[in-house]
């Protein structure tokens, strides 16, 4: 067994850590429920790209459609930029709320700005609500079984 060690000199290095925070200021993460999306923006011509489709084709419902363009209406964010989003869990309306979040944190990081608009509309807000748990002896999580007295 041969052990190969590689040396990696200062300049590689430092490529590799620039790159990396570059990329890292490029992508926003958004959640509601149990779903995830990571918003990657990059300069374009304003075009919201989801798990690889366009996003009528992905989100059937114009009102999600409608809920996803909210924070770019709110700041009347001028078409300079290209949304790619990855989402995945839940449901199409969790994962709508998911990249809503995801593109509203990306437009703060693109002009800070935009941080006191957002913040005042709700946009900026993580929706903390899920599905509460099942407890044992009910049939759901508030439902219980019928009553019997005797």
């Known amino acids: 067994m041969r052990i190969v060690s590689i040396h990696m000199n200062r300049s590689v290095l430092n490529y590799w ?30 075009k ?22 909210q924070p770019l209406e709110i700041v009347n964010f001028n078409q300079k930029y290209d949304f790619s989003v990855n989402v995945k869990g839940g449901g199409l309306s969790g994962q ?15 002009d800070p700005g935009f941080r006191p608009i957002l913040k005042e509309a709700g946009m900026l807000t993580r929706d903390a609500r899920v599905v509460e748990r099942k407890k044992y002896g009910q ?12």
């Open 17 to 46: 850590k620039y790159r990396l925070k570059s990329i890292k200021n490029q992508i926003s993460i958004g959640r509601r429920k149990a779903s995830v999306a990571r918003v990657f923006f990059k300069k374009g011509n304003g």
């Open 139 to 150: 049939p759901g999580a508030r439902k219980k079984f019928q009553f019997s007295k005797r």
């Open 48 to 69: 919201i790209i989801i798990n690889d489709t366009d996003v009528l084709d992905y989100f059937k419902r114009k009102s999600l459609v409608m809920m996803l363009s």
């Open 96 to 110: 709508a709320g998911a990249v809503r979040l995801g593109i509203s944190r990306s437009l703060e990081k693109i």
